[in-house]
């Protein structure tokens, strides 16, 4: 039971992870489509979850969670996030919230917490999010299946409220629309991923829309969000 509620903890909208300063893209896309709707959000969270979370995040957050603590492993799963990162605000913003999220764990006394952050200060880590959520949700004695449940919830969860505070959607319409992709996220939490015997760490994504969007962002005079 006290792992159930840790992972609640973990994925509760308060915990100071930083999250809230990131739309990942969605601030962009509304910018450049004032008829952005529900259905609109529905469509793009779909996307995200096939084609970047499933073979991207979800799967370098599996293998740091195997990973453990060890820099190593952990900096080269971090190498390939970067490299299947293409847009340079996305790739700031998940190293931005990896350091976020780090740090409440470190002032928490996560167990890991200090020695990941003395690798990412010596340079052996980046300190992506999704590499920072598998190495310290493991030290909590969460599962990996557990540890990506929550970060498919949070991703989500992080995009709708992104659009509610934007005033794009209000409240029911967000929950309406979280309902519509819980489904393919527990569907995409049943795809296996194995482990390569060379260790190669083999991270697919394709986002162009909102990674486009996320680059007009970048160029914005207003912004509400950092991406």
């Known amino acids: 039971m006290l792992t159930r509620l840790l992972s ?18 969605i601030e962009g896309l509304i910018a450049g489509d ?32 195997r990973a453990g603590t060890d820099p190593i492993r952990l900096g080269r799963i971090d190498a390939a996030i970067e490299a299947a990162s293409l847009v340079e605000p996305m790739r700031l913003g998940s190293r931005r919230n ?28 980046l300190g992506h999010l999704a590499t920072v959520q598998g190495a310290l949700w493991r ?10 449940a ?6 989500v969860s992080g995009l709708i409220s992104a659009s509610v505070r934007l005033g794009q959607i209000g409240a029911i319409e967000g929950q309406r629309a979280l309902q519509a992709v819980l489904p393919l996220v527990a569907e995409t ?6 482990q390569d015997p060379t260790g190669a760490v083999v991270l697919t994504g394709f986002t ?7 680059m007009r962002h970048a160029r914005a005079d207003l912004r509400l969000f950092a991406n």
């Not at 529900?38 to 995200?48: C, E, M, P, Q, W």
């Open 98 to 125: 990896g350091t976020s999220l780090l740090t409440a764990h470190v002032r928490l006394a996560t167990p890991g917490a200090e020695t990941l952050r003395e690798a990412i200060g010596a340079g052996v880590m």
């Open 8 to 25: 609640f903890q973990q994925a509760d909208a308060a915990f100071p992870s930083g999250s809230f300063a990131f739309s990942n893209g």
């Open 139 to 148: 030290a909590l004695g969460l599962s990996d299946r557990e540890a990506a």
């Open 189 to 194: 939490l049943e795809q296996p991923v194995p």
């Open 208 to 214: 162009p829309m909102i990674e486009i969007a996320a």
């Open 34 to 65: 004032p008829a952005f709707d529900a259905a609109a959000l529905v469509r793009t969270l779909t996307g995200i979850i096939r084609f970047r979370w499933a073979d991207c995040d979800r799967v370098a957050l599996i293998l740091a969670h």
């Open 150 to 155: 929550i970060a498919g919830y949070q991703l």
